[in-house]
């Protein structure tokens, strides 16, 4: 029931286009849900984050659209720019307990 | 303000030995966690730490204990190394009882073990 489930794997995307991220979770406790950016041999970022009482939240170009009902929440980063390309996270928790990590999305803009 | 910095960057040992790595959490915050990375994988939740006690373990073994210091610093020990054991230790910190769940992360410790 702690899971958190992330799609896709990998995505390629071209520069100027828009990044979507799926991430679906089981918790129904969970009450932050948190997305990461990571780029290699660095620490995850935190990129933007929203709570289940608000159906969307957005910072510049990132996007988070949160869906209480069917427990998704998905990440959406228009303008996509090659700067973008790196590992994406999406997590959960409640309270000041434990991050639970998805298992990553690698982006790639391309020219 | 500094944020959340851990050392050393990059750490290689051998099977059976045991290493530690080392956590200052960002300025104001009192909470520690520190979570294994392996390669192409998501950070895994290894324990938290509050008030110098643990408060919340993941399922990691006994092989993997941690301290905090009264200064909120932190140290990961991981004794009887294992080749499974190679990945990159993330510290992460957050302000208890904070109105917010952020939590901010360090660079991390890349553990190579051979």
């Known amino acids: 029931q702690q899971q958190v489930k992330q799609s896709p794997q990998s995505l390629i995307v071209q520069k100027g286009g828009i990044s979507i991220i799926n991430c679906a979770y089981e918790?129904?406790?969970?009450?932050?849900f948190p997305w990461y950016q990571q780029f290699p041999g660095k620490g995850p970022a935190l990129l933007i984050a929203i709570r289940p009482d608000v159906s969307e939240k957005k910072e510049g170009r990132f996007t988070i659209s949160f869906n209480k009902s069917a427990k998704q929440f998905s990440l959406h980063i228009m303008d996509s720019q090659p700067g973008d390309s790196a590992t994406y996270f999406c997590a959960a928790n409640f309270g000041n307990e434990k991050l639970t990590f998805g298992t990553g999305t690698r982006l790639t803009i391309i020219p | 303000d500094a944020g959340v910095t851990q050392s050393p960057t990059h750490l290689i040992k051998t099977r059976g030995q045991q290493v530690t790595l080392r956590c200052s959490p960002k300025?104001?915050?009192?909470?520690v966690s520190w979570y294994q990375q392996a390669l192409g994988q998501g950070p895994q939740f290894i324990f938290q730490y509050y008030e110098e006690e643990e408060r919340q373990r993941g399922n990691f073994p006994d092989r993997f204990s941690g301290h905090q210091f009264p200064n909120y610093s932190s140290e990961l020990n991981v004794n009887a190394l294992l080749l499974g054991d190679s990945a990159l230790y993330l510290c992460?910190?957050?302000?208890?009882?904070?109105?917010?769940?952020?939590?901010?992360f360090g660079a991390g410790t890349r553990l190579s073990v051979l």
């Open positions: 918790n129904t406790a969970f009450d932050y």
């Open positions: 300025s104001g915050h009192d909470t």
């Open positions: 992460a910190s957050t302000l208890a009882g904070g109105s917010k769940n952020i939590q901010y």
